[in-house]
């Protein structure tokens, strides 16, 4: 949040909403309530470094590995690989490794 | 008098009436007296009597309770004199104004569990709490949920957490293996700790690798099998007084290592102010003249990888301006990218996977928290908790006092025993405590009970928790909301316990 400001208003809280169950997800385990799960490819160069922060789905031959990352938005995911720099690929869902490609299409414009 | 004890029990038997005696008196008292008054000392032998006493003052020493010593100019150690002021066991009145109350129960509740530093920071804040409510006490008016979690993460960071803590408190060496990740290879270390970080929600050791003949950081979870002391000795190094344990946590992740430039980095205007506040304090800030909004951020980085990773993860709101090999760093890292997301991916074969035996933890186990204080904290504790009540001529319920110490029933049994047999100078007790039928513990609060009627001195885990539990949770909230409650603390304790071992860091930043 950039800024917040306190309004004159008041609201009644909707019984259906909880939000101490949403703080004790995934706030607390990083894993979010997720309809999606990426399937992301590590170089051997990185894959002791992915093992200690995540599940690893499978371990390959050459020393990469794959990792399951569940994900709401497709944006988080675009950086999650992005900040691997260049050691992460998405390997599944097409749409997911669309995504990652369209951002890296930007990021060539602007690096040139 | 103390029969029937298990020897660490009579121990801290011994301890408590050493404290009470000393404190009673009120005068300076030789060695002579205190063996001939105090209980547990009076049945020893001369030369046992001279270990213990040595034993017991250095453990007391360990645990912040510092006796005065007065040494004759000639003579023999018979003729020290030894008094404990009254400063030395109390801690002073905190004063705080409703609004710190207020902010210390919202942000210290949100940690109730999730911490590793819990017990103690519990134990301390009955002491600070001393005559008011519990700072843990439940608030039904509840707002703020907390979603980050500062547990040791599993039981063997939790035993290392517990050693190294220790460690440097008694300024003892350890010896550890650690697994380097940039070498991926497992070496032993021989390290003289000096400082304990949280960061990222991980803990990390800062001390002296004598393989390195340098200071290094080290990750617990990286450290495989037990830390053990490197010797026997009672302390094996002095902390040098210019180590500054802050420098170490005001490092971004490209930063972690020995700097090797400068770099720049246009950030533009729609991330500017995000960046600007988590990442600003990590190099300087300089705005675009054109009014565009848009800004360089100038940071100095030891890792080329890391500071590339953190630019790319900005997307085409980041790029990299100085020096030449990080731009083409950069350029490299985005082509690698574009290939291995273009067409198909060759994979290598498949390892098939290693059968695992799974650990299940057995349904409503007690969650272990990470670092337990001393048995003396929590009987110092109690006791300040059964006078208390004593003297307000007040029954406890027996399972209010298991809750607010988080002991068994078995354990309060125990301590509630071994408080009643503190005693000294022919029959000089603290306290008499009975445990009802009924759920509930009368107490008649002797005359020497005074010296439990004031709330002790913090011991230094006691502090460390606290303090760690309002840096932890101060990032969080909006400024100034603990700082003026934490500033008190500190006050009272005559340091900050941040410096003296464990330290809690900012944020490196919220990419969400």
């Excluded at chain 1, 800024?3 to 939000?19: G, I, K, N, Q, Y």
């Excluded at chain 2, 009579?10 to 030789?30: C, F, N």
């Amino acid at each position: 949040m950039k800024t917040a400001e306190v309004l004159d208003v008041s609201f009644t809280p909707r019984p259906e909403v909880d939000p101490a169950s949403d703080v004790a997800g995934w706030p607390s385990t990083g894993l979010v309530e997720a309809s999606r799960v990426a399937r992301v490819w590590i170089s051997p160069e990185r894959a002791r470094w992915s093992r200690e922060q995540r599940e690893v789905a499978l371990t390959l031959a050459d020393g990469s590995v794959v990792v399951e990352l569940p994900y709401k938005g497709t944006d988080w995911l675009v950086r999650e690989v992005l900040a691997e720099a260049g050691d992460a690929a998405v390997l599944s869902p097409p749409e997911a490794r669309e995504a990652v490609r369209a951002a890296v299409d930007r990021l060539q414009l602007a690096v040139r | 008098m103390t029969q029937g004890f298990a020897k660490d029990t009579e121990k801290l038997i011994r301890q408590l009436s050493l404290i009470s005696y000393l404190m009673a008196e009120r005068r300076p008292v030789t060695a002579t007296e205190i063996r001939r008054d105090v209980e547990g000392y009076s049945d020893m032998t001369e030369d046992a009597f001279a270990r213990r006493f040595y034993a017991d003052r250095a453990e007391l020493d360990a645990l912040g309770i510092h006796l005065s010593v007065d040494k004759p100019a000639e003579g023999f150690s018979e003729q020290e004199n030894y008094s404990l002021a009254p400063e030395a066991f109390h801690l002073p009145p905190i004063a705080f104004t409703d609004s710190e109350r207020a902010a210390l129960q919202t942000a210290l509740t949100l940690l109730d569990g999730e911490f590793a530093y819990a017990e103690p920071l519990r134990l301390a804040l009955q002491q600070i709490a001393w005559g008011r409510p519990s700072p843990l006490g439940s608030d039904s008016r509840q707002t703020i949920g907390l979603g980050i979690t500062a547990s040791a993460g599993g039981g063997e960071v939790s035993a290392r957490l517990a050693k190294i803590d220790t460690a440097i408190y008694r300024r003892k060496r350890i010896e550890f293996e650690y697994h380097t990740m940039g070498s991926d290879e497992t070496s032993l270390r021989r390290v003289d700790p000096y400082h304990l970080l949280f960061e990222g929600g991980q803990f990390y050791l800062v001390g002296y690798a004598h393989e390195r003949d340098d200071v290094r950081v080290f990750r617990l979870s990286r450290i495989k099998g037990k830390v053990a002391y490197a010797t026997k000795a009672e302390h094996d190094f002095k902390r040098p007084t210019d180590f500054d344990p802050r420098g170490y946590a005001t490092r971004a992740d490209w930063q972690f290592g020995e700097t090797v430039g400068t770099a720049e980095v246009w950030i533009s205007e729609r991330i500017a102010w995000q960046v600007e506040r988590h990442f600003g304090r990590f190099g300087t800030i300089a705005k675009a003249q054109d009014g565009s909004g848009d800004m360089t951020f100038t940071t100095e980085y030891a890792s080329v990888r890391q500071l590339a990773a953190w630019a790319l993860r900005l997307g085409e709101h980041a790029r990299i301006l100085a020096p030449d090999e990080l731009v083409s760093e950069l350029a490299d890292r985005v082509e690698l990218l574009h290939d291995r997301h273009t067409g198909e991916l060759e994979l290598a074969a498949v390892v098939p996977a290693e059968e695992v035996d799974e650990v299940v933890e057995p349904a409503g186990a007690k969650r272990e928290t990470a670092i337990r204080p001393e048995r003396f904290a929590r009987l110092v504790t109690l006791a300040s908790i059964l006078i208390q009540a004593g003297r307000a001529n007040e029954r406890l319920r027996f399972t209010d006092v298991c809750e607010a110490l988080q002991v068994s029933d078995a354990e309060l049994r125990e301590d509630v025993a071994v408080l009643n047999v503190v005693n000294f100078g022919g029959g000089s007790y603290v306290l008499y405590a009975e445990v009802h039928d009924d759920g509930t513990i009368e107490v008649d609060p002797e005359p020497y009970s005074d010296n439990f009627a004031r709330p002790a001195r913090l011991l230094p885990v006691e502090a460390k928790a606290l303090i760690a539990a309002i840096d932890l949770i101060g990032d969080h909230l909006p400024e100034g909301a603990l700082n003026s409650a934490r500033d008190k603390i500190v006050a009272a304790l005559g340091a900050d316990p941040m410096e003296q071992g464990l330290q809690v860091a900012s944020g490196g930043g919220d990419y969400s």
